[in-house]
């Protein structure tokens, strides 16, 4: 079993940054997909950004491309998004999620792919 735990959201004004952190544990992280994803109120669940196993392949969603950046620390379990220049339009909870597969690039953005989640942490962006 592998849990997932977010930290790191928070209240920030538009153009703020934040850095969420995403810890790993029950299974061997560095062999997995990890992914970022958020769901604003009354809106679906939406793909924010992936990195496979090696942490050199990533994929963002186009809303964020430019502003966020998705790392990891193979050795510390975790995974990070690092968030410039937010928008009240990025307002949302963040989930991670991990994926026992292993997902071309064009399906790194497929939901259904990611088997575990996390809890979620809320960003709300505002002045």
């Known amino acids: 079993q592998v849990q997932l735990a977010e930290s790191g959201g928070g209240l920030v004004q538009p153009g703020g940054s934040l850095r969420l952190s995403c810890a790993a544990s029950?299974?061997?992280?560095?062999?997995?997909?990890m992914g970022w994803f958020r769901q604003a109120p009354g809106k679906e669940r939406e793909f924010v950004a992936a990195?496979?196993?090696?942490?050199?392949?990533?994929r963002y969603a186009a809303s964020v491309r430019g502003r966020f950046t998705i790392s990891r620390d193979n050795a510390k379990n975790t995974v990070y998004l690092q968030m410039n220049g937010l928008k009240p339009d990025d307002t949302a909870v963040y989930y991670c999620?991990?994926?026992?597969?292993?997902?071309?690039?064009?399906?790194?953005?497929?939901?259904?792919?990611?088997?575990?989640w996390g809890q979620g942490t809320q960003v709300t962006v505002s002045s």
């Open positions: 999620a991990l994926t026992e597969g292993s997902p071309i690039f064009s399906s790194m953005d497929v939901m259904s792919n990611y088997n575990y």
């Open positions: 029950g299974r061997a992280f560095t062999s997995y997909t």
């Open positions: 990195t496979k196993r090696s942490g050199i392949t990533t």
